[in-house]
């Protein structure tokens, strides 16, 4: 089954404009922490955000900011703010923690964002 | 410097042929990871490792073996077994348990059947 689902798979948005991404999950695991990368056509992978399960509060990081709505299972990124740097692929991953062989981490089929000038 | 170090960067192997991917990390982390990255896709995880001489498959093993000896190297041999082996592959580790929240991935190897 789908454990990551990334619904668009490509984005445009106006430089300087803010830009939600969208992740959903599904895991029966009460603890897990949830991902947000970045990858560049250079093919480097760079970690943006992290939320913990249990986190209380919606994590940022600069720009970056994760609406963590557990409910819904959603961990949608929000670019503040976007740059043309930030033209580049995004992937929600996340990892799972404590059922047999835990730590298990999986990835989205991510989702291409392009900025416009 | 600390960090992952994937070789080689870029490999061309004959149908036929079984190929192995190198991965060492100076981190002291515990857990590793293969993924296989298709053009425009996302990662797919081949295989993971927890601990020294343990390792489980993912979601796409077929085709791919790996060992995990050292806690710092975990290299993937990719198998004539593995019909369409042409991709990125990409390894990453992290420290284990909850603490573990960085992930660390090398820079990618470039396999190509020829």
């Known amino acids: 089954a789908q454990k990551i689902t990334q619904t668009q798979p490509g984005m445009f948005v106006q430089e300087k404009e803010a830009v939600t991404l969208d992740c959903t999950y599904d895991?029966?695991?009460?603890?897990?922490?949830l991902f947000w990368y970045k990858q560049p056509s250079s093919g480097e992978m760079i970690f943006l955000i992290y939320?913990?399960?249990?986190d209380q509060q919606n994590a940022t990081e600069g720009r970056y900011s994760l609406n963590f709505q557990k409910a819904r299972k959603s961990a949608n990124l929000v670019i503040s703010a976007s740059q043309l740097g930030d033209s580049a692929m995004y992937f929600c991953?996340?990892?799972?923690?404590?059922w047999g062989y835990g730590n298990k981490l999986v990835f989205g089929a991510g989702t291409i964002l392009r900025v416009k000038s | 410097d600390g960090g992952i170090t994937q070789s080689p960067k870029y490999l061309f192997r004959k149908e036929g042929q079984n190929v192995t991917l190198s991965c060492e990390q100076n981190?002291?982390?515990?857990?590793m990871y293969w993924y296989r990255q298709d053009p425009g896709q996302g990662l797919r995880l081949i295989y993971y490792?927890?601990?020294?001489?343990?390792?489980q498959k993912g979601d796409i093993a077929e085709g791919y073996s790996v060992s995990r000896e050292k806690k710092e190297s975990f290299p993937l041999t990719v198998t004539s077994a593995q019909k369409n082996p042409t991709a990125f592959y990409l390894c990453?580790?992290?420290?284990?348990?909850?603490?573990?929240?960085?992930?660390?991935f090398g820079e990618g190897s470039w396999l190509t059947v020829v």
């Open positions: 490792s927890q601990i020294v001489n343990d390792f």
């Open positions: 981190l002291n982390h515990d857990a």
């Open positions: 990453a580790s992290r420290t284990a348990g909850d603490s573990g929240n960085t992930i660390y």
């Open positions: 991953a996340m990892r799972e923690v404590g």
């Open positions: 895991t029966s695991d009460p603890s897990y922490g």
């Open positions: 939320q913990g399960s249990y």
